[in-house]
Structure formats: C-alpha cells, structure tokens
C-alpha cells in the first residue's frame, strides 16, 4: 500500500493479541490473461462485491493484474457481487478450469471454507486475501494487522474526544459485518483501547451495534436510530469511511458535524474530504498496493512451482486454532495533518480530494 510509509509487520496475531482484488460490476473476468510465461499456472482470484468498500471496484483490481502482467502470469479476477451462490459458482469454474493457484477475499467463512476445501480436494494452493477464512485450512493469509488497525481507530477518537474537552461522553459504536473477521479484529483493537475508559467513568459507553455486509445505507439507518434514542452521544466510532459517512449525514441533519468526532479507516477519497472538512477525526490508511503486490509474489512463486519466501510470520486462526503462514502489513493513522501523506503516496490524486469545495482545506492541509 504505502511506498515509504509502510514496512511490512510479518507479526502473529496470536502473540500481538490480534480486517474495505475485485473485477468489474458486473462479476465477469477482469483479469489479466498474460499467459507469457509457460512454466507458470493460472491464478484465479474472487473478490467479494463493490459496495463493502470501494476498494474492491478500483484499487485491489488495478494492482492485482499489474503485478501479475508484470510477472507475465496469467490471472483471471472476479467479484461475486456480495452473492454467496455467484462466489461459489465463479470458484467451480476456476477449479475446472485448472487454475494452480486461487485467491479469495470471502463474504462468509462458510462459503469460503467450502470454497478452499473444494480447493483442496483438487491440489489447488490457496491464499486468503485481506480476510481470514475461519476454519477455512488457507495454505497462506496476508493482510494487515487489523487488531492494529482498531487500536488506531480507538486511539484516534480518544484525542479527538480530549480536544473537545467533553465530559463523560457518549461513544456509540458501528462495527463491521458479523460474518468478516476482520471486523472482529478492528473491534478487538478499538474495544482494547476504549473498555478502560469506560470502566473508569472517563468515557460513557453508548449503544453499540453490528452493520450487516458493511451495508452504508443500514449504517445511515441504524446511527439514525441511535442518534434518536440517545441524544448525547459524542464520539463515534465508525469501522470504515462509509460507516463513518453514514453516521455524518445523519449528523449534518441535526446540525452536529464537527462537534461529534467520527472515525474511519480505508482513506478514501470521500474520508480524506470529511477530515479536511472536519466532519471526521481520522482514518486509518492501508496501502492497498503493497497488499496486493504481497499476495501476487505468493501466488506468482506457488504458480510457478516455487515455494514461498516472504510469509515469514503467522496467524491464528481462532476457531481450528492453526497457524496459519502470514504476511501482515502496518497500517497508519491519517488525521487533517497528514493527509498529505496519502496523496504524496500515490493511493489518491490531489485532484480527486481537493475538488473546488476542499480547495481551501487542501491549501491550510499544506497540499500543494
């Protein structure tokens, strides 16, 4: 992701106490099918849907099939759409096909676990990508350290929180999808830093509640909710930009932007512009070509009849309790300050964050 923020956190989950590549809407083959390099097989890789995150229409794709061009390896990329019967059906066909290697960001452990174990069965290697699959026997995981990820989250709001100087407030909490691990690790991370400021009456816990498939509308309708039986609340803390942008809205209808901090995580450009705007505290930057570059060198060594190098560290799958061979990534946290950072890295444009609306946030941000 990061070209010169980031190093990569080869670090077990288990010993740290420790979550938005996709084809095209439509779900069809997105993918490169540079097959000039004979002595590689084919890598297949399923993506979950578009409207989890952004990053799975755009960024996961465009970096994917670059570093499998690069390497002259064919891939074919896929995204089921958020439809656990498309998911399966696209693995049986690259399972058919004959790929060496498959790929998959799962919408479910269940789908993915029987995804991989059809796998498996057919001497296929397999590589969970940015989600853990539980249960789910992947020969390789890499993502980022995401229990890390919810400690930023955590951290972010409570210096957001002690600048407003509030006295004992509210925090309401929108976590990510049940059914993504990755969302149990961010709340992990953010719940590891806000508990103890809630068992010391420093922060008051607020209402706390899941959003089914990272659903940004349900999230509108759930903090409106919130919001509505709770008029106190002060401090949000949103797993994901869109999460974040949800509550927002809600908050721009009551006039409260800006005095309520949200967080966020993905920095996407819509993130980037709520925090110049001040309507959002943070998010947390994951360089998503380094997550892609990462899993394309595993996949383009097992493709390749090589045994991998680079997953040095482990993760603990929580419910078969196998180590599982890693490589996790560091993630950053991005305020007003640094969002600089982001755009000097290459991951958004300065013109697509500093928009005639942001143009003066973008100057005082010392975007140039």
């Known amino acids: 992701m990061r070209k010169g923020l980031f190093a990569l956190a080869a670090v077990g989950l288990l010993a740290t106490g420790s979550m938005a590549a996709c084809g095209d809407d439509s779900g069809t083959d997105s ?170 009456g420093t922060f008051t816990k607020g209402p706390n509640q899941d959003v089914p498939d990272w659903d940004n509308a349900q999230a509108g309708t759930i903090f409106e909710q919130m919001l509505t039986s709770n008029k106190q609340i002060k401090g949000v803390l949103a797993a994901n930009d869109g999460l974040g942008n949800a509550a927002i809205s809600v908050l721009k209808k009551n006039k409260l932007n800006g005095q309520v901090p949200v967080t966020g995580q993905d920095a996407t450009v819509q993130g980037l512009q709520n925090i110049l705007a001040g309507d959002q505290c943070m998010t947390v930057y994951k360089a998503i070509k380094k997550e892609a570059d990462a899993a394309s060198e595993l996949a383009i060594a097992l493709a390749k009849g090589e045994k991998p190098t680079t997953a040095t560290g482990t993760t603990k799958d929580p419910e078969s309790g196998t180590d599982v061979p890693s490589v996790l990534l560091e993630p950053q946290s991005i ?32 975007i140039s």
Not at 337 to 354: L, P, R, Y
Request: aromatic residues 6%.
């Open 31 to 200: 993918g490169s099918d540079t097959g000039s390099n004979s002595s590689a097989g084919k890598v297949g890789i399923i993506l979950p849907d578009t409207k989890s995150s952004q990053r799975w229409g755009t960024d996961d794709p465009k970096f994917l099939k670059a570093a499998f061009d690069a390497a002259g390896v064919q891939a074919e990329i896929q995204n089921a759409q958020g439809d656990k019967t498309q998911f399966q059906t696209i693995a049986d066909g690259m399972i058919s096909s004959g790929v060496k290697v498959l790929m998959i960001v799962n919408l479910d452990s269940g789908t993915g676990k029987a995804v991989l174990e059809k796998a498996k069965k057919a001497g296929i290697a397999t590589i969970d990508y940015d989600r853990l699959t539980l249960s789910g026997g992947a020969d390789y995981y890499v993502s980022f350290d995401n229990v890390a990820v919810g400690k930023l989250q955590g951290e972010g709001l409570v210096k957001c929180l002690e600048e407003k100087k509030y006295t004992k407030p509210v925090v309401a909490e929108l976590n990510g999808s049940p059914t993504d691990n990755n969302a149990t690790l961010f709340a992990q991370g953010y719940d590891g830093v806000l508990d103890p400021k809630y068992a010391d």
């Open 335 to 366: 305020t007003k300050e640094n969002v600089k950072d982001v755009i000097a890295d290459g991951f958004v444009t300065k013109d697509a964050v500093c928009t005639a609306d942001f143009a003066k946030a973008c100057t005082e941000a010392g």
